[in-house]
Structures are given as C-alpha cells and as structure tokens.
C-alpha cells in the first residue's frame, strides 16, 4: 500500500478525535459569520464565502451522484447533471466556494503508480462483464470503474453551472496543495495520504461526501492535529515518515532493510497499516534534528554512502514542498519573459507564424462572443425539443489578452523526448500567478525536485520502453500560449496539451473484454482518427508542402516525422512499452494550426468544419444538413457513422443502430425522474461494451474539435443532448423483440422520420453490411415499470449463459440445450448439431434430431425460441436469427401430437349401418402409432398395414411430378412434410401481414412479396 496506510490508519479512528463527521453547510455559515465581524473590524468589504480546494480524482463517484447501478451501461448523464445543478445550488446557498482539480498532466515520474491502478481497474472490468454475462444484473458497487468520458462530462457541467474547474499540467498533487496555500483557501477535500503530509488548512474526507435530502453537505474532517499528538511527530517529521512508508520516488521494497531495524519482520504488502505507521513512527520520534534532510536521511539509512541516500532526501524534500512553511520557503521567484508579436524565436528557431498574416490569439476565432449567442440559442432550441427546462448557462470565460508567456526552466527536461538542445520548448502561463481566479504555476518546485523527477522520469522510461528519440516540430508560441490557458481552465481537452508538450498521452483501461471477437479493441478502433489530429497539431501537411517546395534548393530537406507515443494496454503489452504512432495526413490541404484556430473568414470556419468531418469520416451533404441531423446531435452522428465505416469488421446491427438514434431523439432523454425510475429487465454484455464505445468515440470526437478549432460549439457537445446509457439499454433491449421501426418508436410517426432521416445521413455513401450474428434471445414474461409514453416493457432478455425455464414446450424432465432443466437443475449439455434424447430413470425413452427452433448464443449454448413474424409494417427489423442461412421457420418433421406414456391406439370397431331415411356419417380417421396415408383415388386416410397389394401397387407408381406441382398450387395437401398436414394457403396468409415494399428481410431491400415468390417458383417449374 506504501503511503496510503497512512491515509487508512488516519480513517480507520485509531488515535481518538483524529476523524469526526461534520456538515459542510454549518462549517460555512460559522467561518462567514467570523469573516464578516473581521471585514466590520477592518472596515473592509467583506469576503462572505467559504472556499474549499477539491480534488476531482478522489470523489468522480461522488460527483457523478454516488453509486448507481446505471454506470455500467455507460452513463446516466442527464441524472448526473440534475445532481449537480443541485449540488451547486446548495453550494451557492451556503456560501461554499468551490473550485474543482482534475489531473491533466501525464506525471512520467508516476508511471509505474499508474500502471498498478489501470491493473486494478482491469480487474474490476472483468469481474463486472462476467458478472453481467452470468447474471445479467448491474454489477454491485463494490466495483465501480468511472464510465468513459466522465472527467470530460463533469467539466461541461461545471462549466454550465458557473463553478471553477482547474487541470494541472505538471505534478497535480503539488499543484492542488499550492493554490490552496497561494489562494489562501480555508480547506481540502480529498482522501490522500500524500496530502496528509501536506497538512492543509483544513483536511476534509472526498469519499464520504454527501448531499442529502435536507440540504446538508455531510463529510469527515481528518484532524490532523490530533494524528501528529497521538503519533508524537511534529509535522517536519510527519513528512520523514511519509517518506518511509513509500512512494514512487523511494518505493517500501527498497525499505525492507529499514523496517527490519525498526521491529518489522513481515515483507512489504503484508504488513498491517496500523502497525507499520506506530512503528515507523516510534522510530521517527527518535531523531533529533530533522531541519537537516541529509543528516535525518544518513540517521535513518545508516551510512552516507548508501545510494538510496539521494531518493530519500528527494522524497522527504517533496513533502516539506507541500507545507505552509515549506510552500513559502521554497517558493520560486516567477519570471516573465514577454514574446513580441510574430517573430518571435524558441531555442533559434523561427516561429511558422511568419508565414501568416496577423491573428488575434487572445481565443479562438470560432467563440466570438456572436457565435457564443448562436450555440445558447440552439442549445435552449434543443432542450425545448425534449421538452426539458435548460440548465444555467453562463457565457465561456474569454481568455485574457496581453496574455505573458514564461519560458521553460532551464533545470526542466524537454519533455518531448529529445536532448536538451531540441527543438520544443515547455511553454507554461503565468497568468495563474497573478490572478486568483486560475490555477497555479506549475513550476513550484525547488531545482533539486526538478533534477529527482528528470532521473526517475529517466529510470522509469529505461524500465518500461526501448529507448525510442523523437523530435517534434517547433510550436509556434501563440498556440502553445493558448493551449496553456484553456487546458489550465478545463475548456480543452487534456490531450492536446500532453500531445504538444511531451508527444505522448496515456489511455486508460475501459469496459471492454479483451478476448471479444465481435468488438474491436477500442482504443485500437479509434487510433486512425488521433493519427490524423497529430498531423493537424503539428502542421503536417504544411511541413511536407515547404519541404517538396524546397527541393530544388535543398535536396535532402523532407518533412518531420511526427510521431507520438500512445500508451495502451493489451495482452501482449500490459503497458511495459509505448506504441509509436505515426500521424496521417488528412488528405487535402488542411491550414496551418494558427488558420485553424484564429482565422475569422468564412473560409476558415468552412475549414475548420470540414477538418473536423473528415477525421471523423463523415464529410457528406446531408451531415451538414440541419432537417437530416439536428446541431446538438453532430458528434453523436458522426461517431455512429465512423462506426459503421469501420473496414476492418462490422461492428453495429441494425437494431443497434436504431437504438442509439431513438436514444438521442426520445423525448423521455431530458427526464431525469422518468431515468432514475425506468428498470432494465437485463444488462447485456455486448451492450455495455457497445455503450463505451460508444462514448469513447464521443471523447474522441471533442479531442478533434478541440484540435481543429471548435468548430462545434460546446453547448452542442454536451453527452446529455443525445446519449443515456439506461435508455440506451432500454431500447436495445426493446429493438430484439419489436417488429419495426414504428413500434420501436412508440407510434410517433414524427419520431420515425427524424430515426430514418438522421440514419440516411449515417449511411450516406457507404456500402452498408451491419454485423450478422443474432441479437440476444428474448422470451416472454412480466415486465418491469416504465413510463406510459415509452412504450410496453420489453420481455426480459437471456444474457450469455442463461437460459430460462418459461418456455412453453418445456416440460417435467425435458432439457433445454445449454443444460437447465424445467426445475432450473444443471443437466449435460447437448450439443446443437445433433438431436436430442429424453432419459428417464438413466433409460433413454426417446430422441430426436436437431431443432431449427434452437437459436444459438455461445459455443455449445442456445435457448428455444419461437418462430417470429419476419416483417410487418414500415421498415421491419426481421428475424435476423434466421436471415441467410437457410433454415425453414416451420418444423420440417411430422411429430405426433397427443402421444406420451401409457398411450394405447384405439382399437378397430365395425361401422354400424345407418338406419333407413338417415345420412352415412363419414368415416373417421383412425390414430395409431404406424404410418397413415392418403389414398389417391377416395382421399380415405389409412394405416400402411391396411392397404392391400393393388393400392400399394398404385401408390409406388405415382407420378413424382404431379406430387410436386401440387405443392406448388396448393391444390393438394401436402405429405410428409412441412407441418405435416398444412398446405400453402398457410403461406398466402401470411403474405397478408408483410410489406412488400420491405422484402422478406424487413430491410427494405426485397421488391418481391410471398405471393410473387410462389408465383416466380411455379412459373419455374
């Protein structure tokens, strides 16, 4: 656990008082009351709030709103956006001032603390999707893993909700600390044991934060007074122990030697938290003088040669960094160097930025105040539509002009993987330095934190790559400048920044099963639209331009070679290494980054939508078309359209398709309450990994409008405009039994338009082929409660190795194949291809062949289903578990009916004459258990015992011929076959309920009727 025990020792209430539960609504009406009198005192304005510094990495799941079962399906955004906006509400009420961190930063010097969480998270997906395929259920909350694009959906909502959001950029733990101290806020929120060595102000608990139903904002505060008392440290010393517990500069398995000195036998991972803090600490106490960090790190190691001499004295600097008296001794001078407009110079190399006119670059050119007023406008539109009150919209904070640009410290490495002479510098705001309405500096740590980071950034890459040089291109300032400031204020993705100031991001593990054939990898499925968003950052396209006009004078001048490292875990690399991927031209001339972002013309705002198109394959007519697919619903078009151009595999259905697009257009997307009380009959396992997919797509797509300029405005980019995980569900589950579009749509004839309009935009131009396994099985029963205007409850689906026992042909000691019985007991399993056989006692009383009413699930799992109309009404779904493989919907044996154990043929009785002056009745049809046939001259059914030599005779000479036209005509019943006794009247009447317009297949792709096929079949023979 390392220095996290000390964190669990602190909660566990060990030393008495040293955690206690506190409302966060009185503490703040206290501290305002004491800030007021104070203002009266002085005769100054009053400050009137209590702020708090919130760590967003340590409570995502109380900011989503706690631990709801709906996560897994991939968000239930809207309900998330209903929490906030009452979560900050009651903040505003109680004069709370929040503002809230996320970790934007790649912390190389971290990355093997990274790598140990991405594997427990990738222990939690597995558990979860075996869970959902055995059970069915949502998992428990025991492993909640943050859905995808949580951070990013967080942030927008934040952004909506006028509360201050803030991304680090170099170490986020030190950043948090320093604005703390720098902003003179009054506390912490967050559960860390990292920041327990920083002693803030005042230490609150992130986990058991609570909003109730009250209006109180319950938590517990970590006394951190009390822990220093009951352990008998001071806080320098406090920070030694936090040193010798473990970190990922010094790791406790280069301390086994230490603790041994100290009474502690056990190896590291096993020790007990408590009993590993009270010892170490016992030890801490003894020493004398801990203002000398090398003298305490000698004292402790024993020698001063050691060579873990060096990375202890670095850890027991890096926590002192964190206290107030550490904080403002060590704080560092910030110097401003300011850069003149476009000849500016980085390390000798000419800005790109001649080649351009001037710009202004105080933001972007696509978020002009006009176009702000434009995206409100359609956003209000939009909700309107969904018949949804908007949320609280402020206007996007402007970036600040006269912006100051600072240098990179020449004691920092170039963190692009080049030598310190290279060709990219780190370009950090200042801005954070003089106003307290943004974040911190990142450069707040001592020149000898600096060089330990640079060495163990170095060890750490020497460990888990092959030594791999990569040089950028140069970036022009004022995108860097930019980027800075909106990456500092949570208004950009945080991939662009790590992309151009260190040449590689980090991607971590998702709701995917590793071993899925159906699904790709996700993070491999979505790599060629980063490739082409590498090229557009780095001016890809411009460089080969330059370097093909400058042949003649140069001969060997070639563009760079622009390369970024992408850390993805699979099972041949379980991030040991870094994949190097290349960037990919677009394929027509894209503009410069600076054109992209700052030109005002036309042109450009043309450019920039198009550039965002293109990545995303989606560069049609009618995607620009507001009547096929609305603004606010763009982003979740063009990731359905990449999806379906996938080359490599089909990954969508048909129904699946459908139910992303009723998802979006439903007007139940907006209703919070509607959400909260809808209850799924089943979570598929394919269907929570559709859903991430889904929404990484999602993430993906606002990195490229990130990167080409916003041409989107981020009020159309919200998650909760056009996806609900639970809704999502709900209608997947819907469209596997539903006949047609019609009646996944409820009726709505409005709403049918707007699903095949906006699904025309989808595929247009593509050579449509949706993925061919079958849908998972339904059966019937009772359904859950939903709202009245979404339709009748889908039937309860039957996930992956389930199978149920309502089907009606199932009896006493019959089994289903897949090995469940009638009373739910396991049996062995048959396989499909073969029969089946009926045991009773251990003696098989009978047995039969294959089933073609058997639809098949898994390798050696299927359930029985019943045969399903294949279309009816407008744009049918069909059977697709049927569909082109040839298979009769009718039973193609004879089964005798009404037989079972003890039955007896009734014996032959001698027909009685009639009396005179009554009709004779006709005769009946006996029932035996031999073969009955039907005489050709008097139709007179009869056992094959009963017929004499001459019928015999006549039935072996009977014409083949005129047994098959008859077929045909339906003019003659039929023998021995089909349903046994069924001609194919049957098959008119059924021609009566399909749309010939929509074929057989119910895709609309068949001309021809039943009536014409049977016509064309008898004209053929």
Sequence with gaps: MGIQDLQTFLESGAIPESCVGVDLVRIAKTVTQRLAKQAQKKGGSPLMKFSLVVDGECCLDRLYGGFFSDWACGGQWNRMVSFLAQFVTNLQKANIDLVVFFNGCTEPQRMAEWIQTQQKTRTKVNQV????TTKGTPPPKVWWTSPVCLRTAIRMVLRHLNCQVVCTMDDHKQEVIAYCRENNYHGLIADDAEYVAFDPPRYFSARQLKLTYKGSLESKEYILGELCKGLGLSSDKLCVLAALLGNYILPEHDLIDVYKKAGITQMPGKIPGDVLVKQLAEKVKDLQNVDNIEDTAIAILGSSTDPRLS???????????????????????????????????????NSIEEQEPDLDTSKLASETAESELDSLTRYKEATAVLNVRPEIII??????????????????????????????????????SSSSSNATSPARLTPEVKKVKQKSSKSDDSRKTDKVVIELPAVPPEVMRTVSERHNKGLMSPCIYQILTQGEIKLPVVMEDESHKEIPSIHHFYRPVRQMVYAI??????????????????????????????????????????DIVPAEQIGWGVPTIQRLWFGTTIDDKRRRLRAFLTCMRSDTALMLNPDYVPQHVLIMATVLRYMMSFPEKKVLRKPELDAFITTAIMPELMNAEINQELQLPVVSS?????????????ETALLVNDACGAPVPWLMCCPWLFFDGKLFHHQLSRASVVKNIMELCNHRVRMVMKVERMRQAILEGLNVQFARPPMPVVIQGPGPRVHPGMGPPPPPMVPHGMLSNNHPTSGRGQLLRGGMSMRGMPRRAIPTNQGGRLEIAGVVVGSWGPNYGLAHLNAGRSVMVQPQVTSVGVGGYGNSMYRGNNR?????????KGKGRGFRPPTKKRLIPPPGGRKEPLKKTTKGRGMSVVLPGTGETVFASDIDDKQKKILMNKDEKKTVGSLLSGTEPMINGGAGDASSAQFED????????????????????????LAAAKGDN
């Design 395 to 432: 206007d996007e904070p402007i970036l600040k002009e006269n912006q100051e640009l600072e240098l990179c410290d020449p004691e920092i490495p170039p963190l692009n993987g080049s030598s310190a002479n290279g060709r990219q510098s780190l370009l950090l705001s200042s801005s954070s």
């Design 990 to 1013: 059924a021609s009566d309920h399909v749309d010939i317009l929509s074929g057989l297949n119910g895709e609309g792709d068949g001309p021809m009727g039943v009536k014409e096929i």
């Design 311 to 349: 990375k202890l004295k670095q850890s027991i600097q890096y926590y002192l960094d964190g206290t107030k008296d550490g904080f403002l001794r060590y704080r560092p001078s910030t110097t401003v160097k300011r850069v003149r407009g476009n000849k500016s110079k980085i390390d000798g190399v």
């Design 129 to 132: 999707l075996k869970h959902v």
């Design 686 to 698: 394919r269907g929570v990994q559709l859903a991430t997919m889904f929404m990484q797509g999602v």
């Design 888 to 896: 009769p919907t009718f039973n193609p044996r004879s089964p005798l």
């Design 537 to 578: 950052l780095f001016n890809l396209h411009h460089h080969t331009y330059m370097a093909t006009r400058s042949k003649d004078s140069k001969p060997d001048s070639k563009p760079p070679d622009v390369r970024i490292k992408e850390w993805i875990w699979t099972k041949s690399n379980q991030y040991q290494r870094a």
